[in-house]
T-cell receptor
C-alpha cells in the first residue's frame, strides 16, 4: 500500500528556520510534491522533487532521498504569513497524476 | 479566468437531497481532479479525468457519487441522497498532464444538515 507520514503540528519563531519532514511508502515512485494551504483556502503548489537532492526556490527548499523514502521542506527567514498547513503528496502507484496526500503539518509562526 | 473556478463556494442542504458541484479548469489543462477534504484532514482523491480517456473513478466512496466532464472543459460532481458524512470541502484541480503541478480551486464547502 501507500502511506505518507508528517508531523501534525510545529511551531517556530519569526525569522527562524524550520524543517518539515515527510516519510512515504510507495510501490513505485513518480516524484513528490509539497503544497501550502492556508486555513480556509485552496492548496498552492510549492515544489516537485523526482531526483535525490536539494531544490532551492527562494526562502523555500525541498529535499528528497528516494532510498530512504524521505523528504523535507525547509523554510528560511520565517514570516508570519508562512503560518499554514504544509502537505506532502506522492502519485498513487500506477496513476501518475492521482496524488495521495499526507494529513499535513500545521505550522504556527509566532513573533 | 486565470485560475480554477468552482461553484458554489458554499452549499448547505438537507440530508437526502442531491447536490451538484461545478468546476471550471484552467484553459488548456487536459487533466482534472476532484478531491474531498474533511475538517482537519488531508485531501482524499475522488476521481480523475485526462483528455478523452475513460475517467479513473477509483476514489469515489459510493455509488451516490458521480462526475462528468465534457471534453477538456467544465466538470460536475454530483452527490445523490446526501448524508451528513458527506459534509466536507470538495476541491477541484487541473494540470497540464503527467507529473505536472496541480492547480486547485477554492473549493465548495458542503454542509449537510
Amino acid at each position: 500500500g501507500q502511506n505518507i507520514d508528517q508531523p501534525t503540528e510545529m511551531t517556530a519563531t519569526e525569522g527562524a528556520i524550520v524543517q518539515i519532514n515527510c516519510t512515504y511508502q510507495t510501490s513505485g515512485f513518480n516524484g513528490l510534491f509539497w503544497y501550502q494551504q492556508h486555513a480556509g483556502e485552496a492548496p498552492t503548489f510549492l515544489s516537485y522533487n523526482v531526483l535525490d537532492g536539494l531544490e532551492e526556490k527562494g526562502r523555500f527548499s525541498s529535499f528528497l532521498s528516494r532510498s530512504k523514502g524521505y523528504s523535507y521542506l525547509l523554510l528560511k527567514e520565517l514570516q508570519m504569513k508562512d503560518s499554514a498547513s504544509y502537505l506532502c503528496a506522492v502519485p498513487l502507484s500506477g496513476g501518475y497524476n492521482k496524488l495521495i496526500f499526507g494529513a499535513g503539518t500545521r505550522l504556527a509562526v509566532h513573533p | 479566468g486565470a485560475g480554477v473556478s468552482q461553484s458554489p463556494s458554499n452549499k448547505v442542504t438537507e440530508k437526502g437531497k442531491d447536490v451538484e458541484l461545478r468546476c471550471d479548469p484552467i484553459s488548456g489543462h487536459t487533466a482534472l481532479y476532484w478531491y474531498r477534504q474533511r475538517l482537519g484532514q488531508g485531501l482524499e482523491f475522488l476521481i480523475y479525468f485526462q483528455g478523452n480517456s475513460a475517467p479513473d473513478k477509483s476514489g469515489l466512496p459510493s455509488d451516490r457519487f458521480s462526475a462528468e466532464r465534457t471534453g477538456e472543459s467544465v466538470s460536475t460532481l454530483t452527490i445523490q441522497r446526501t448524508q451528513q458524512e458527506d459534509s466536507a470541502v470538495y476541491l477541484c484541480a487541473s494540470s497540464l498532464g503527467k507529473n505536472q503541478p496541480q492547480h486547485f480551486g477554492d473549493g465548495t464547502r458542503l454542509s449537510i444538515l
